[in-house]
């Protein structure tokens, strides 16, 4: 049975028992279904947006049930107020033409909003040259440099043994990146990432819920002021 149909069975019997909740007859309860059945079919839309509901509860739970190690960063990863009253996750790729998009984005909310906090996790899902940038960058995050290495390596264009050189040396990391260790945090973010359901880069998480893609600064500002409003 599809989602759909079984989210349509589990509306008709729940709005039987809530139109009748001291118990109908098998007519009653017959003509109350018929009812809701002919409501559904003149607007089959609540059923997606039934769905969509669930999807969205189910996700906020493993949101939760996983926020410490969504919400730590690895090293010097992160910007804003280190006790920032609500934190927005964003996972991401250098090699990601809507990652690049949003840096404004995420930019301007930290100049606007001085209780944020702004984690970034190395997601490199766009072939070996993002490995590569996500190494480089897990080890600027080592030594202090993540912001500088970040804004450089966007600057320099999309990852590439050149680029990602250059960025490095914009940036002052000179430390060579740990591929071993590094390999553990990027595991540990594709884990996550799946447990999430990102389907691709960006992907934001913010109190308890999950944008996927480039939703920009008006969806981002929104996302922040219902996570503190549930504070």
């Not at 072939?127 to 480089?136: C, F, I, L, N, R």
């Amino acid at each position: 049975m599809g989602l759909a149909a079984g989210l349509g069975g589990v509306l008709l019997g729940a709005a039987a028992m809530a139109l009748a909740p001291g118990g109908v007859a098998t007519g009653d309860k017959a003509a109350i279904e018929k009812i809701v059945r002919d409501y559904i079919l003149e607007n089959p839309e609540i059923i997606q947006e039934a769905a969509s509901k669930l999807h969205e509860r189910e996700l906020a739970k493993t949101v939760e049930a996983n926020r410490a190690l969504i919400e730590t960063p690895f090293a010097s990863a992160w910007a804003g107020d280190a006790n920032g009253d609500v934190v927005l996750v964003e996972f991401f790729d250098y090699a990601c033409g809507y990652c690049r998009k949003s840096v404004a984005d995420v930019d301007r909310l930290l100049a606007e909003d001085k209780r944020l906090k702004v984690v970034w996790r190395e997601l490199p899902v766009l072939g070996p040259d993002s490995v590569t940038a996500a190494q480089a960058s897990l080890s600027a995050a080592q030594g202090g440099k993540f912001r500088a290495f970040y804004k450089a390596m966007y600057n320099a264009g999309r990852p590439t043994t050149e680029n990602i050189a250059a960025a490095r040396k914009a940036s002052g990391v000179t430390a060579p990146a740990a591929r071993v260790s590094h390999q553990a945090e990027i595991d540990k973010n594709y884990e996550l990432a799946r447990a999430i359901n990102a389907s691709g880069t960006p992907t934001f998480v913010v109190g308890d819920k999950v944008l996927q893609g480039a939703v920009g600064y008006d969806a981002l500002k929104a996302a922040v002021a219902e996570a503190r409003a549930k504070k």
